[in-house]
């Protein structure tokens, strides 16, 4: 574990992140390996750690940037030989699951990023003697609870800030894939994401358009993402295959089964605003590297 930094990003949550701080002291990390990002909490996050957690390494936005460039920051922040990303929410059960995910990216040199296997609930996860312990390579990753090799980072660079909600792990990890680094997974090492699935399942259910948990933001950026992702990386004629189908099923899915059609239209006009971006970044997969990767489960 002396290998690895701890990066979490974090906003007005400083009950679980707390809780979440111990438990990965209590697994065996020390308070230097841990580094965090107060995106402009509200709730003295900031002055709260540095009190409880002195030598933690924190640092506080006065305005907030958002998940996915406070991760950026974070990575490039530390400096170990890998890094576990894990929300202010979630944390990995054990000192030895950890080291074990370690061992495993260190098995092969193609593995490069590490998924555990997730749960959302407040209940504690099965025990680990009842999962599988079959070893899998897969098409993407969770954000809660992942590690990425330091090498991994200098080859593939940071996430895609434009996405900045949904889908920038998926892009992040067909980037790895291109350059023949793969995602891996062994079933019975997992991450427990601490979350109360009635009451986020409420929050969602929001029409508002921005926040965290607007229904209308989620299905926008998860609908217009997902196109941009396939227009980077799938190859010619099945990227237009692809988008055609997804604009249409997500047409019926949003604008009849969710009764959000303004999320739909929504997000058709984000992805055609990312049409420059879209040919800057352009970087299709062969028919064969596509024929592979599509085969594999997504998580």
């Known amino acids: 574990m002396e290998k690895i930094d701890v990066i979490i990003t974090t906003k007005n949550r400083i009950k679980d992140l707390v809780i979440t701080i111990r438990h990965l002291l209590k697994i065996g990390f020390e308070e230097k390996q841990v580094y965090i ?13 540095q009190n409880e957690f002195p030598t933690i390494n924190i640092r506080r936005n006065e305005s907030s940037k958002g998940l996915i460039v406070n991760r950026n920051i ?98 992040f990890s067909i980037r790895a894939y291109i350059k023949g680094i793969k995602t891996v997974t062994k079933d019975n090492l997992i991450v427990h994401h601490r979350i ?61 089964e969710q009764n959000t059609f303004k999320a739909w239209v929504l997000g058709l006009k984000r992805y055609l605003s990312m049409r420059k971006l879209i040919k800057e970044k352009r970087n299709s997969m062969s028919y064969k590297a596509f024929n592979n990767w599509i085969k594999l489960p997504l998580i």
Not at 96 to 112: F, K, M, R, T
Not at 221 to 241: G, M
């Open 196 to 256: 109360d699935k009635t009451l986020r399942k409420t929050q969602k259910k929001s029409k508002e358009e921005d926040g965290v948990y607007g229904q209308t933001f989620r299905f926008k950026l998860l609908f217009a993402n997902n196109l941009i992702v396939t227009s980077i990386y799938y190859p010619f004629l099945i990227r237009e295959v692809f988008l055609a189908y997804r604009i249409l099923l997500n047409l019926y899915v949003l604008g009849i």
């Open 74 to 171: 974070l990575m490039d922040w530390t400096s170990n030989g890998y890094v576990l990303s894990v929300d202010d929410d979630s944390y990995v059960l054990t000192g030895a699951d950890v080291n074990e995910a370690i061992s495993i990216l260190e098995s092969d040199e193609s593995y490069g990023i590490f998924h555990f296997r997730t749960f959302e609930q407040l209940a504690a996860p099965p025990p680990k003697e009842e999962l599988s312990d079959e070893i899998r390579i897969l098409r993407n990753y969770i954000g809660c609870g992942h590690i990425i090799s330091r090498a991994t980072i200098e080859s593939v660079g940071m996430y895609l800030e434009e996405l900045f909600f949904y889908a920038e792990e998926l892009d």
């Open 37 to 49: 990002i107060d995106d402009a909490s509200e709730d003295q996050t900031y002055n709260v750690i």
